[in-house]
């Protein structure tokens, strides 16, 4: 098996040494989820490339896409993707908005910070339960129409992407639970448990 996840580990081809290459160069070491992923460098290659295009020509800031995705990973329950934003969301503002955030129970967010949080839990929840007024309230929060697309799609890739990771076992990598500020990993209750693999 894959260490911390469910599949046998991908035949080697170009592609997926590339995959470990860039892993092993940004973090150190190979990430459980990616090993899942190559499977199909490919799709995970196109997939990273659609979400950098929705983000680079996005009005929506890095601490913000940071708010919705640790609000969406948490509505999810998925720990692999809470603790990874968390830690970023802790580098971007502090560690006690992070767990806030993770928790369900932020308050120390700007007003657009405030609406995306609650619009990212509204989406993964119940998508069909939405109304014009959830809509007006992210514009009286000071989104433009573009950016409630932006922030809507990114929150679906986001489901997309840890719903695939989640269903085939990926378990957040051991090196990732250990450089997480210790109030974002407390926060982080629900999904699977951190890999005691070294990958």
Known sequence: MTPGAFLTDPPSSADVTAAYEADLADDGYVNNLTRVWCWRPDVLTSFQTLRAELTTHSGLSPREIAVMVAATAAALGDSYCALAWGNTLAALSDDVTAADVLRGDPAELSDREGALNDWSRRVVLEPNAT???????????????????????????????????????????????????????????????????VT
Do not use: C, H
């Open 131 to 197: 109304t014009e007024a959830d809509i007006d309230s992210l514009r009286q929060a000071g989104l433009s129409d573009r950016e409630i697309f932006e922030a809507t799609t990114w929150i679906a890739f986001r489901m997309a992407f840890s719903t695939i990771n989640d269903a085939l076992g990926a378990r957040p990598d051991r090196q990732l639970a250990e450089k997480v500020p210790t109030l974002v990993r407390e926060a982080v209750t629900y999904g699977r448990q951190p890999s005691n693999d």
